[in-house]
């Protein structure tokens, strides 16, 4: 079973979320954690692995041959991306904005453009106790993370279960993390930004037919905002977690609260049940 915690707002307790829900029910199965925030990982300042073994995540790149080109442009003409110029007979590459498609080499009728490897990011393994870690970085300066949240992606197990950390926002990074789990947990908060954010996020689960429900962190007591929103879209709250000073100071010390108090342990574990039962029903129906 794979689920996905998401946010669309940025900070608002995902990883929080995440990291706890795994401590949680690892003491009870084998939990895989799949970090694809991979711009700005952070689930290690929680999880504390020990880690195993790291390997560079490349994307094909093109290399035109000068010597066989004629400048006839057919090759900037067809990327979509701008990560080919034909300028006066000659053809630049500008290889951070290139995607891989392959369609420059496609469509060359001298058949001059070949592909490079080129690295950008890495993907590490690490483990503690009965999680196991999976954790993508992206090179500092490269605008693509797809191609390294697939990676870590390619990670996530067949039986059992997996939990993946998603990266913020609403954009490609967020809907690649999100495709293909049997559901999807929207953490948000009770503020008009949290509300607007997890509307968007929301429609992305829609659009790609994953089955979602809401997490509130930091409440109040007096979350209408959110909870009107969530009656007028049919969307189920598994939870609260109140806006509390003393679980905020253990977050910024980088400390899970379901390792030291067995309340939360099983405020986690009740929720990830929940959510798991829901997900059963979805793909019932």
């Not at 004629?70 to 290139?98: H, P, S």
């Not at 067949?158 to 939990?163: A, E, I, Y």
């Not at 003393?246 to 309340?263: H, L, N, P, V, Y």
Request: charged share 25%; hydrophobic share 40%; with cysteine.
């Amino acid at each position: 079973m794979v689920i996905s915690v998401a946010s669309g707002k940025g900070g608002t307790g995902k990883t929080t979320v995440v990291a706890n829900m795994a401590w949680a029910a690892s003491s009870l199965e084998p939990v895989i954690f799949l970090d694809c925030d991979v711009e700005e990982p952070d689930s290690h300042f929680y999880l504390k692995p020990e880690w195993h073994s790291e390997v560079d995540v490349c994307v094909p790149v093109p290399v035109v041959d000068s010597s066989r080109c004629d400048g006839c442009g057919k090759c900037a003409e067809f990327c979509r991306y701008n990560a080919l110029a034909a300028i006066k007979g000659d053809v630049l590459v500008f290889q951070e904005l290139c995607h891989g498609c392959g369609g420059c080499a496609l469509v060359c009728p001298l058949k001059c453009v070949t592909y490079n490897d080129r690295r950008i990011g890495i993907v590490r393994e690490g483990a503690r106790g009965g999680i196991r870690l999976y954790q993508g970085l992206l090179d500092i300066g490269e605008p693509v993370a797809v191609p390294v949240l697939k990676q870590v992606k390619e990670m996530q197990a067949d039986v059992g279960l997996t939990l993946i950390d998603c990266p913020p926002g609403t954009g490609c990074p967020m809907v690649n993390s999100i495709r293909g789990s049997d559901y999807c947990l929207l953490v948000t908060e009770p503020s008009p930004f949290g509300r607007h954010d997890l509307d968007l996020a929301h429609r992305a689960a829609l659009e790609l037919g994953v089955p979602h429900g809401v997490l509130i962190n930091r409440a109040s007591g007096n979350d209408v905002i959110i909870d009107d929103y969530c009656d007028e879209e049919g969307l189920e709250v598994f939870g609260r977690i109140p806006f509390s000073r003393d679980f905020a100071e253990a977050c910024s010390r980088g400390e899970m609260r379901t390792e030291t108090d067995e309340t939360w342990s099983w405020r986690f574990l009740k929720i990830l049940e929940e959510v798991m039962a829901e997900c059963r029903l979805s793909l019932l129906s």
